[in-house]
């Protein structure tokens, strides 16, 4: 019996595999139409594959989108933080190419200040609610800074010294509004003109000039130095330009308003001028020269 149904089996596999034979033999023959199940099962498939492939395509075609956009935000991140190093570089560079060329105007200007030693300093602060007037620098008493002293940049003067400390000093500049703030001064023409710098036009931004002769032809852009007497301030350091020029109150001088040839608004590197050995040594000669020819 066991015989029986091995035979049996194995009959019905080689009918099986003679029709699976024939099957795809008939189905790999050229033929113009396929039957009924062949077309059912392909349009079958089709369909199934039809359905499966548009999600598929769309998910993964959004999946694409989504790296794509992920590439571009880290790109554009990357770009935005290369852009504000340039700014940041660009703004280094040109703060250093000011502070050189800063410097380097002061150097031409300790050449021209052959009487006296500048002693270099920085701005290290100065006071919103007095802004026009006072400003702190690096330098004090123990740098051989004194009250008094004369503070230029390299463009024109600024100011004098009016307290120290050991490591510092506070400036006073020509702009502060204080009635004793004086300098003497010399409108630079064919025939000079001795006045006075007193007070400052906030709102101008300009100096004034006073006591200039009422009938003195002055005008406009022309210079105005010190004169070097009082032994605080240089000779000829530059003040400023004229801008306008206009009678006093009682028509008897004339006033004439002084545009700073440095900028009181941005003062960064300056210069406390102090008197060399050599003037003072020089001055006091002179000093006892005159008293010994008065005496005889």
Known sequence: MPQFFFNKRLIMLLVSIIVLVALIGFSLREREELTWPEQFVKDSTSWVQSVVSRPAN?????????????????????????????ARLEAKVYSLEKENEELQEILDKKESLADYEPIQAIRIAR??????????????????????????????????????????????????????????????????????????DKKKELLLLKGLPYDAEIEKGQNVVTTGMGGIFPKDLPIGKVVKVVPDQFGLNQTAYIKPEANLYDLEHVMVVKKSMVSVDLEESLEDSEGEEEGN
């Open 58 to 86: 769309y998910i993964a075609g959004l999946i694409e989108n989504l790296q794509d956009l992920q590439n571009t935000y880290q790109e554009n991140k990357d770009l935005k933080k290369r852009v504000d190093d340039m």
């Open 127 to 200: 006071s919103p609610e007095r802004w026009n007037e006072l400003i702190i620098i690096n330098k004090g008493a123990s740098n051989g800074v004194e009250k008094n002293m004369a503070v230029i940049t390299a463009k024109g003067l600024i100011g004098k010294v009016k307290s120290t400390t050991p490591f510092s000093a506070t400036v006073q500049l020509i702009s502060s509004i204080d009635p004793t703030n004086r300098i003497s001064a010399i409108l630079q023409a064919e025939k000079p003109l001795y006045g006075t710098i007193e007070g400052y």
